[in-house]
């Protein structure tokens, strides 16, 4: 059974730092697409970040510098370091997992369903 569990959200101040896990079963991380999705309040489903089955990273403009992804292929584990967060990076973080890449490309709207799998999500509120 497929499952994605996150956790490491949280209340962080402006520039502070927070790392988010997702421990997924029932699949490998190192064989599929894997992306950190968010959605904040009151705005659409956005990708973050992404990295491929042979390691390659990716990141929306505006957490280049800032994010950086990685796997644990022996936790079976994805992580997301956060850096320099701001108020605009408050959102829930959703992990996420398809066997082609780039579910969003034709589409206007991205949805959780666009993906093969995804977890329950992980708050991230920064605020002083």
């Known amino acids: 059974q497929v499952q994605l569990v996150e956790t490491g959200g949280g209340l962080v101040q402006p520039g502070g730092s927070l790392t988010l896990s997702c421990a997924a079963s029932g699949f490998s991380v190192s064989r599929e697409w894997m992306y950190w999705v968010r959605q904040a309040p009151g705005k659409g489903l956005e990708w973050v970040s992404w990295?491929?089955?042979?390691?390659?990273?990716d990141y929306i403009e505006s957490v280049k510098g800032r994010f950086v992804i990685s796997r644990d292929s022996a936790a079976n584990t994805l992580r997301l370091r956060m850096n320099s967060l701001n108020s605009e990076d408050t959102a829930v973080y959703y992990c996420?997992?398809?066997?082609?890449?780039?579910?969003?490309?034709?589409?206007?709207?991205?949805?959780?369903?666009?993906?093969?799998?995804w977890g329950q999500g992980t708050q991230v509120t920064v605020s002083s």
């Open positions: 990295m491929s089955p042979d390691g390659v990273p």
């Open positions: 996420a997992q398809t066997i082609d890449p780039f579910p969003w490309l034709g589409k206007k709207d991205l949805r959780l369903t666009d993906f093969t799998s």
